[in-house]
Structure formats: structure tokens, C-alpha cells
């Protein structure tokens, strides 16, 4: 990797001392956060498995009925309790989580931890800013469950995973007073990638999810299954996540049947052995994990 000086970088980039200075602190202050989070991982006696519900469905609601894959998710914490870990049940419907604006499509660095569409602590912060993410950085093992809606992941679910993109690389706000000036972003995406190390956690964007197990259940007629559990995975593995073998459950009716009729078989005995199974590698993976280095996973510092 090419060593800058510091004229030389303020003579590539435009930017004056003070601006450049303001690079190399969050530099600093992320290589700190990095250390942090694999310390925290370390230093936890106890797993802490999160089970993210993407469902709507409620017996107080609409559907006027509990949700399948929720029950079934409920079931898998059930066993996870029973290993020994702490559970704790995350209803996104409970939830105001607003939809992400893709800033990170206009420079990775455009997008902030925490998201400055909606900061934390503040009149627009919503519920992910203030709560979930703090929740997720304290979790060892994520659980997501969801309905399959049209052949895809139930809304909740997606919103939810859109504005997980701020933790998966972004850093604090060269401006914190304009987060979103879009030239100066810019400008620091390019500080990024000419200093950014592989061999120095937190050189650049900050992965936040790495090292972290995650296991999937869903539930549905459509051969969307197929389709949703897929699409879960291409995004939770490009988060840094981690899948034990069998780490994801299809409980599944028959299309021939009408769906008043799916709960005996979504939800009968025959899934316990598999939401069992998943509960089990997810937690020898999760254990697993506390012997490695977690900064020491390779990835491009540079993207998010």
C-alpha cells in the first residue's frame, strides 16, 4: 500500500489541514471502536442471541392470529435458553423504523453510524438509530425470521435490513454540523481509499457485523422460500455474518391447500428437531468464534 504524507494527501484531495486532520481522527477514533466491539465479544461470559420477527401478524391486529414464523422463531429462542444463552425477542412491528435513503449509493462515507438521516437522540431520530442498533452490537447471534410475502421477505423485514447498511462500514460524519455535504464526503472516501489497511482494523469502513452467527426461519407456501432465504443470506454474509451448517429452517404447507389450514402443519412437532439443530450449531459457531480474533476476518476496507 502506497504511505501518503500529509501535503501529499491535501494536494490529492483539495482539502486543507484542518479537513484532513478531521480524516484522520475518525481514523483513529474507528481503529478504537474496532478494538472495542472484539473486546466487548471477547469479554461477554454469556451468548446473546437476538430474534428478529418480521412479521405483522398479530392476534390483537388485522390477521387476528399469531404469526407462524414467529411461533416457530419463539420455539428456536426457546431452545437457545436451554444452552444457556440470553434471549430476547425483537418484534419489528413494535417498532418505528423509517426507510432508508441509500446515501451510501452517492459515497460510502456519505452514509454515518449512527444514521444522520435519523439521528440518535434527536426530534428525527426513530427507533433503529435509539434502540436496535445498540441491541445488535451487544448480540452475538442473530435470528431472523419471516413470512414469505409474494415471494420475498416480509416489508418489515426489508426496511429492517436496508438501514442495517450503517452499520455494515459507515463511520462518523467528516461534518457533523452538515453530515450530508456531499462534496467533503466524497473527498473523505477518497482519504479512505488511498489509507485504508486490511491489516488494521477500522483503517476504513468499519464492519460491524463480523464474526456475528446468524440463522434463518421461514415459513410459507410459495417456492419463494427459496428466493427469500437466499436474498437473507447474500445480504447477511456481505455483512460479515456467519452461517452454521443448517442454519436455516423452511417450514412449509401445501399449495393445495387453502392457508386457514397451514397452522397444523407450519407449526406441528415435526420442525422441532430442525429449529433444535439450528439453535445448537448456531450456538457451537457462536462459541466457536470467541477463539478468533474477530478483526482478523479479511475484507475490503474500502466498501461497505
Known sequence: ?????????????????????????????????????????????????????????DTLDMAQEKSNSETLLVRCLDYFKKLGADTELIKLRDYDIKHCKACYSTANTHCHFYCSCYPKETPTGDDMSNILYD????????????PVNNFKMSTLMAAFLDRCISLDGSLKPADPKFPKNRALNIKHMKFIERTADPAIPGSGMLRRFQ????????????????MVISSLFMTLNHFGMIFPPFGTLYAMASICQSTYEDKK???????????????ENCVTTARSMKKVEVGLWSYDPKTN
Do not use: W
Open 1 to 57: 500500500m502506497l504511505k501518503y504524507s500529509d501535503k501529499d494527501l491535501m494536494k490529492i484531495l483539495g482539502v486543507d489541514a484542518k479537513t484532513l486532520k478531521r480524516f484522520q481522527q475518525i481514523r483513529v477514533e474507528t481503529i478504537k471502536e474496532a478494538k472495542k466491539l472484539s473486546d466487548n465479544f471477547k469479554r461477554r461470559k454469556k451468548l446473546k442471541v437476538l430474534g428478529i420477527s418480521g412479521s405483522a401478524r
Open 211 to 226: 464474526g456475528k452467527v446468524a440463522g434463518v426461519i421461514t415459513t410459507g407456501h410459495e417456492e419463494g422460500a427459496a
Open 265 to 279: 402443519m407450519v407449526l406441528g412437532d415435526c420442525y422441532d428437531p430442525e429449529l433444535k439443530a439450528l439453535a
Open 135 to 146: 441491541k445488535i452490537l451487544g448480540s452475538d447471534i442473530l435470528i431472523f425470521a419471516t
